[in-house]
């Protein structure tokens, strides 16, 4: 498993190195075939209140599945490291429930590494429905080729957080979407 950790406003002495290392190393027990763990730190500068801490866990296993999770409410750099691993926990156990539930056999050779794995441990056993989730609603979206400019705008007069366009520079489809600090990302698929 390789580790990555990128900061922001944020020293990597070595008892936080230690720390990080100590803690997501403990993530192969409970999934298995880790190829890569991001760890982003930031600290957020704040002009009223105190600063805070944000910590964003990104892991990928061989089979090109991503997982995520962050905390962004501690004002302690460790204390939000260790919310953010308590999220990747529930991830990883949700992930693997929806393995078990929807493989039907397909996924033998993977329910078998999952199955020789340890439970994630979480604090809070949270009371899931084992209800099948289903898709509700199918919608068909028609495409005008548009710059990213007039796509934020059509974004903003529909009051979405997303939307879908065919991007006129770069003849490719695109996902714009509100990022949480109030920014915008744009989303282009590419068939692997």
Do not use: C, W
Request: hydrophobic letters at 35%; aromatic letters at 6%.
């Amino acid at each position: 498993m390789e580790l990555k950790i990128h900061t922001r406003n944020v020293d990597v002495s070595p008892r936080l190195q230690e720390h990080v290392e100590k803690k997501v190393s403990k993530l192969d027990r409970y999934l298995p075939n880790i190829q890569e763990v991001r760890v982003d730190l930031a600290i957020e500068r704040r002009k009223q209140g105190s600063d805070q801490a944000i910590a964003q866990l990104t892991l990928r296993n061989t089979r090109g599945v991503i997982l995520r999770a962050e905390d962004k409410r501690q004002p302690d750099i460790y204390a939000a490291l260790d919310v953010a691993l308590d999220k990747m926990y529930r991830q990883i156990e949700r992930y693997k429930g929806k393995r078990k539930r929807r493989g039907g056999g397909r996924y033998a050779e993977v329910d078998a590494d999952l199955a020789a794995v340890e439970p994630a441990p979480l604090e809070e056993v949270e009371e899931e429905e084992e209800g099948k989730t289903a898709i509700v609603r199918r919608k068909q979206v028609s495409l005008i080729p548009m710059s990213e400019e007039e796509a934020i705008d059509q974004m903003e007069l529909l009051g979405h957080s997303f939307f879908i366009f065919y991007n006129a520079e770069s003849a490719k489809l695109g996902v714009l979407y509100r990022r949480e600090d109030g920014n915008y990302g744009v989303l282009e698929p590419e068939v692997v």
